[in-house]
């Protein structure tokens, strides 16, 4: 995929938060959330984002497209546009084009508003429709994300998780976006449903020409889903390939120990869990060297001082970030 084919380019991405202050004279220390993290992401693919719960991978999704307030310093270029570099104004234009579909579709929807009167909304603010057309673009979207158009007129507690989770997919396209980040979009649903929103996504990427952001904990899911993969660790990728060769062949410890955590659908097939110890280290408390170190079983003395970089070691695009490739 070649340059043309480049939607979003994000090149030493660095996140952080105010943190609270050490004693009365004492400044601020920052909690540096996202590491100097660089990816492309290019039309029409799903690039999945997996990582413990804590590594930033929500924190990453939410600063591409300027919700909450963290500061953001590197480069994010959006159809060769630098988007890091125009002030907030300019922003707001784009930001139909980058939509998000959350965790919690309930926590997202108003109350108090029904499904018709949300999207009614979101096509007025955006001027994409109103009155007669709006009412005819609104039954179009129920229909796609397959909700009966009578739910027009019921609230959200009137739902299913599943159907909220349609009624979210629905506000996002309405606007007819380019990238959509999907942040844990099936996490709180149950397996059957799951399924029916991860197929429901596919189909409206194939229909649509999307290309999506697809942040998840579950690698089963993300390889079903996926185009590519990025493995994220405190902050930064440590892997990233496409879904299949990633699955078959993962190269840094850090992805085999979470794959190895999958369970085998073969009845009797035998696989090797590799057991992490210690916990995720938190932002303020950042090892050095390569920051897998203190729970990396193959680590090495030179990996408590030295830093890996993501490199490509066999020409196919799988780069990896290990002291044990270089
Ligand atoms: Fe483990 Fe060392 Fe590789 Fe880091 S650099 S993943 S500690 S072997």
Redesign the pocket.
């Known amino acids: 995929m070649g340059e043309k084919g480049r939607l979003l380019s994000v090149s030493d991405l660095r996140v952080h938060f105010a943190g609270k202050k050490s004693g009365v004279m004492g400044k601020p220390q920052p909690i540096q959330v996202v590491n100097g993290l660089s990816f492309d992401l290019f039309r029409g693919e799903t690039l999945g984002l997996v990582g413990e719960s804590g590594c930033g991978k929500t924190t990453l999704g939410r600063a591409l497209i300027r919700l909450g307030h963290p500061v953001v310093t590197g480069k994010i270029e959006f159809e060769g546009q630098e988007i890091s570099a125009i002030g907030n104004r300019e922003f707001r234009s784009l930001r139909k084009e980058m939509q998000m579909i959350f965790q919690d579709p309930f926590g997202s929807l108003n109350p108090r508003l029904t499904v018709g009167q949300m999207l009614g909304e979101v096509l007025q603010v955006h001027g994409i429709a109103r009155g007669e057309a709006a009412r005819k673009r609104i039954e179009e979207l129920l229909d796609v994300v397959g909700l009966n158009r009578e739910y027009v007129s019921r609230y959200p507690h009137q739902f299913s998780g599943g159907q909220r989770q349609r009624i979210g997919i629905a506000r996002a396209i309405a606007v007819n976006p380019k990238f959509i980040i999907c942040d844990e979009p099936v996490s709180a649903l149950d397996v059957s449903i799951q399924s029916q929103i991860i197929n429901l996504l596919k189909d409206l990427q194939r229909d649509l020409g999307l290309t999506y952001l697809f942040i998840a904990h579950d690698l089963s899911v993300v390889e079903y889903i996926s185009d590519r993969v990025a493995v994220m660790y405190l902050g930064k990728i440590v892997e990233i390939a496409e879904s299949g060769e990633l699955y078959a062949n993962p190269q840094?410890?850090?992805t085999k120990a979470l794959l190895s955590a999958i369970p085998n659908p073969e009845f009797g097939a035998k696989k090797e869990r590799i057991l992490l110890t210690g916990d995720l280290p938190g932002p303020l408390n950042m090892p050095s060297g390569?920051s897998?170190?203190p729970r990396?079983p193959?680590?090495?003395a030179e990996?408590s001082h030295r830093e890996?970089k993501l490199q490509e070691h066999n020409n196919n695009g799988h780069q990896v970030s290990?002291?044990?490739y270089e």
């Open positions: 840094h410890p850090y390569c897998f170190h990396c193959v680590a090495t990996c890996p290990c002291l044990l």
